[in-house]
């Protein structure tokens, strides 16, 4: 976030970096919810759970794709690029240490 700030400097593109971000932490704690709960359940529902995550991550960025364009006070790129470098990181590191193989 520290570098992101660096190269985003205006209150647009610090706005748009925090929503990406903030959306990016929903998504992918939505999706680990989702899986613990599921894992405990059967394999099917496990994978379903699995499949359902990568739908609402993909379904999220569409959303603030469509809620960003041409938006004046949000920058476009700020709010993606952040979205998808936060969902990375979120990815290597909150469902890693949340399910792994035991």
Not at 40 to 68: D, E, H, I, Q, T
Not at 87 to 95: N, S, V
Request: no cysteine; charged share 15%; net charge positive.
């Amino acid at each position: 976030m520290l570098a992101a700030g660096r190269v985003w400097s205006s209150e647009a593109d610090r706005k748009s970096v925090m929503i990406g971000a903030a959306a990016a932490w929903a998504a992918s704690s939505a999706s680990v919810a989702w899986l613990l709960w599921a894992r405990g359940r059967s394999m099917k529902a496990f994978w379903w759970a699995f499949g359902g995550g990568m739908v609402l991550r993909a379904g999220v960025l569409a959303a603030l794709a469509v809620w960003g364009y041409r938006r004046a006070a949000v920058s476009f790129e700020g709010l993606l690029l952040s979205y998808v470098f936060v969902l990375l990181a979120l990815l290597l590191t909150l469902e890693m240490r949340h399910l792994k193989i035991k």
